[in-house]
């Protein structure tokens, strides 16, 4: 299949992601160019009061109108997600409808209590978007703990891992966008 672009939709600012940095691993890594759209609000519906955090797979159906042609949709949100069965997630993808969405709540240092480090966050926004576009291509988790495919469990595990895919799972990107 060929792929036309990287499409990148914020729900409210977040004003310590580095645009530049993202973008440029993003098609350094991907070959597709990446566009980002302007902040659209949070999807209140997807909110659980009880839990305090959002129904992550809900802003997947939120992003479906930018799905055109061959494109990917990446959502990025600074609230906290969750599933069912989970007690948060750094992000959720679909291969059926190539949308992804990641979160940045506990990306940041001051979420452990510890002191910010924009390189260390914008490090750590970039391995939760290449992952999740990972799964709009169709690759499942990786055993190798330094593939960005590797399962995050913690965010010692993001942190463990690189933002770039192992030879297999490189392979298998490849075939998906037919570099
Ligand atoms: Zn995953
Ligand atoms: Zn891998």
Known sequence: MRFSSIIIQPFRPEDSI???FITEKLEEIFSLPVV????????????????RQYLGSYFLRELLSLVQGENIVL??????????????VFGVASGYTRTAVISTFRLHNSFYGLPEDPAVFNERVLKEA????????????????ECVMHFS???ADTDRKSYMFCPSC????KAAIGL
């Open 18 to 20: 580095d645009r530049g």
């Open 153 to 155: 469990n913690s965010i």
């Open 170 to 173: 490189y392979s298998k990107v």
């Open 36 to 51: 980002w759209k302007s902040p659209m609000g949070l999807p209140a519906a997807a909110f659980d009061p009880a839990r």
């Open 130 to 145: 290449v992952h999740e576009i990972g799964h709009t291509l169709g690759l499942g988790h990786c055993p190798n703990p």
């Open 75 to 88: 959502g990025i949100v600074s609230v906290d997600l969750y599933e069912p069965g989970l007690n948060f």
